[in-house]
């Protein structure tokens, strides 16, 4: 069964290839009007999930993306850049999109493939048949191991998590090649599924039979394929008898974190020489800086276990200053429920610390709030006049790494971090395909909100190019409210009061706790201490949402309501847009996601989220271009600025170099799409810049 779909455009003018799982559609032009006619998938030489043939002349996406051609085998042929013409002779091709969905079409020459500053376009020398394929970047663990809270029943359930890798060569460094790990949940015995097995790697990692060591090294584990033993020491150990200690320096996890993040990052470099061979700007610096005479090709042809003795005797240091922006650190208390959460962050390649204790700390937020309170700054919630904080939860600050993100997997609520449960993890993977449009719902439940109110209505579904349907609310009752919170919704936004009972409504108050189910997927909780509330619907079936936890003053909860809006209709996950929010009020440090942050509500039209900062140098633009993950463009994805000139592509996330820009090039950056740009220290968006004469 396949949730992929390529149909025709309403007008007849193309076709539309619809993800129903993953909610994602992008539109694919034609010359003229055309009926796809539904073919073999294999007619396709890479994986698909659903194939059409359809006759014309020329097929057009409405966006420049990464582009590849290979031959009838499927072995590259050119990768093409932003603004080529590349002119392909007779012969059979296949043209890989990296769209919102994945996209192979099988073409014949001649033809030329042309990449402009906001399209992407083949064009034949007549009317042609092409075969459209569509594969779905949805991943779901292949089946569940159960374990018991046996440390060494732990290691072994560990080490069957690299059984969903799709490949074992360095290509495994690209997240569409990892595959999802199967899932794990608490038993009564041990019990691996037929049909996993531990990939023959040569790879095993020894160590101390405990449960914080084997957390630590979940996706170390996963990563390297490898098997997971007790032993006396922690080491990683090869067939060929190699072996490298984890117990450096600054002690285990650090190494393990350390390895992990080295190993990648020379995968990531070395995989260049590959199927995919692309100017990585990477690859360049570290050319250009490490001393050791690295032979990428050499290296590539070798198996796991070779390049692993090869790569870890280069000095971490070397490459580390070179290396990605690691997109997520996660602290894992080690306890046995904490088992359950291991598989979905080694599918984020997340560096996993346990942390050494509880430290119970006051939001830098509080102070503010109450002062503007005691000053008559209204807030968002009467239960800050009344009950004080009897439902505030004990509060924890996780150490700050340097990574994007970081996670709290445990008891109590993180500060300037995401909670993380295995609940959300287990209900992403009871999402079901849903038909029509994404569904976005506002309440407002308070008349003094409305500037909120009306901001959201405006930005929510303000993209001609994507399906959404707002419906937005106001003065609900608890029964009315209680109809939207258990409706099949993609994304809930509520502006109002929140008190220790639960939603603050025209008749009373709703509690999320006495809810059975929900339908929604994301929200957003814009309220004061809407934490409680938040956990209860994640329990009750949301994958993530934003919460607070503390009274917000109502100024501030407004432009970070109106900051959210406008990043997670720009294609940010929950957890990038509240990173980037957090800084446009000084209750910002309030808000955290919980559940799954990787939920997004949109598809960036560049595919990967970007915040641009720019600052004017006379006649020129300084540009600098952060970009950020997604669910589906995780740790060793790679991103092109659509800029003349600039061909070599960069992992993600983290900060490209700075681009000097004319106003004229300036000008064409910011037409590409509708995305976030800081300027002089104001968050604005592209489409609303308008430059000075």
């Known amino acids: 069964m396949t949730f992929v779909a390529v149909e025709p455009l309403p007008a007849g003018d193309g076709v539309r ?11 694919l032009a034609t010359a003229t009007s055309v009926e796809p006619r539904s073919v073999s998938p294999h007619r396709i030489a890479l994986p698909v999930d ?8 020329a097929v057009s996406l409405p966006q420049v993306v990464a582009t590849y051609v290979r031959d009838p085998d499927g072995a590259l042929v050119h990768e093409v850049t932003h603004f080529e013409d590349r002119t392909l002779p007779a012969g059979v091709y296949h043209v890989e999109l990296s769209a919102p969905v994945k996209l192979y079409l099988r073409v014949e020459g001649p033809c030329t493939v042309h990449l402009d500053d906001g399209s992407t376009t083949i064009e034949f020398d007549r009317e042609r048949e092409v075969i459209v394929g569509a594969r779905s970047y949805h991943e779901r663990p292949a089946a569940t191991i159960t374990t018991t809270d046996d440390p060494e029943d732990v290691m072994t359930a560990i080490s069957y998590l690299g059984s969903a890798l799709k490949t074992t060569t360095c290509e495994r460094s690209f997240p569409t090649l990892r595959g999802h790990p199967p899932a794990i949940e608490l038993g009564d015995e041990l019990s691996i599924p037929d049909g996993l097995s531990v990939p023959e790697t040569g790879v095993t990692l020894e160590l101390p039979p405990s449960l914080s060591a084997a957390f630590v090294a979940a996706p170390l584990a996963y990563y390297l394929g490898a098997r997971v033993v007790p032993g006396d020491e922690p080491r990683l150990v090869t067939d060929d008898g190699f072996a490298y200690p984890l117990d450096g320096p600054d002690g285990y996890e650090r190494e393990v974190e350390r390895v992990l993040k080295h190993v990648f990052f020379l995968d990531c470099l070395v995989r260049t020489e590959g199927i995919y061979p692309v100017d990585l700007a990477e690859r360049r610096i570290v050319e250009r800086h490490l ?44 306890i046995p429920s904490g088992v359950e959460a291991l598989p979905f962050l080694a599918d984020d390649l997340a560096v996993i610390r346990t942390p050494a204790g509880h ?23 009467e239960a800050a006049r009344t009950t004080g ?26 500060v300037g971090a995401t909670k993380a449960s295995p609940t959300a993890f287990r209900n992403r993977l009871e999402q079901r395909p849903k038909s029509g449009d994404l569904s976005i719902v506002v309440v407002c439940n308070d008349e003094s909100m409305l500037d909120e109110h009306d901001d959201a209505r405006g930005v929510y579904g303000s993209r001609a190019n994507l399906p959404f349907d707002v419906t937005v609310y106001r003065d609900l009752t608890t029964d009315r409210l209680r109809l939207v919170l258990e409706s099949e919704i993609d994304y809930f936004h509520y502006i109002g009061h929140i008190e220790d009972g639960g939603f603050q409504c025209s008749d009373g108050l709703l509690d999320a ?38 009274p917000v003053i109502n100024t501030g909860a407004t432009a970070v309501g109106r900051t959210m809006a406008r990043l997670l209709n720009s294609g940010f996950t929950l957890r990038a847009a509240l990173d980037v929010a957090r800084e446009e009020s000084v209750v910002g440090g309030q808000y955290l996601v919980v559940g799954d942050g990787n939920v997004d509500i949109a598809h960036a039209e560049s595919l990967v989220p970007v915040l ?38 960069s992992l993600i996330p983290g900060e490209l170099r700075t681009f000097s820009l004319t106003r004229e090039e300036f000008e064409a950056f910011l037409s590409l799409d509708d995305s976030p740009v800081r300027l002089d220290g104001r968050l604005i968006w592209s489409s609303s810049l308008v430059l000075d004469d």
Not at 393 to 412: H, M, N, Y
């Open 17 to 27: 290839i619809t993800d129903s799982i993953e909610r994602r559609q992008c539109d």
């Open 50 to 57: 659903a194939a059409a043939a359809l006759t014309t002349s």
């Open 291 to 334: 001393d050791a005479d690295l032979d990428f090709a050499a290296l590539y042809d070798r198996p796991l276990a070779e390049q692993l003795e090869s790569y870890l005797s280069v000095p971490f240091e070397a490459l580390a200053p070179h290396a990605p922006t690691w997109k997520q650190t996660a602290h894992v208390e080690p």
């Open 359 to 381: 430290t119970p700390v006051a939001t830098a937020a509080s102070a503010e709030s109450i002062e503007m309170f005691m000053r008559g700054e209204p807030v968002r919630g």
């Open 389 to 414: 904080n009897a439902a505030r939860p004990r509060l924890v600050r996780p150490a700050k790494t340097d990574s994007l993100e970081e996670v709290w997997v445990g008891t109590d609520a993180p």
């Open 513 to 550: 706790r006495t809810l059975d189910a929900v339908g929604m997927n994301a929200f957003f909780l814009n309220a004061c201490a809407s934490y409680e509330q938040g956990m209860a619907l994640i329990d009750a079936g949301a994958i993530g949402g934003v919460a607070t936890l503390d």
């Open 612 to 649: 641009s900062t720019v600052e004017s140098a006379g006649d020129r633009y300084e540009v600098t271009i952060r970009t950020y993950p997604t669910g589906s463009a995780g740790m060793g994805t790679t991103f092109t600025p659509a800029m003349k000139g600039y061909e070599t592509c």
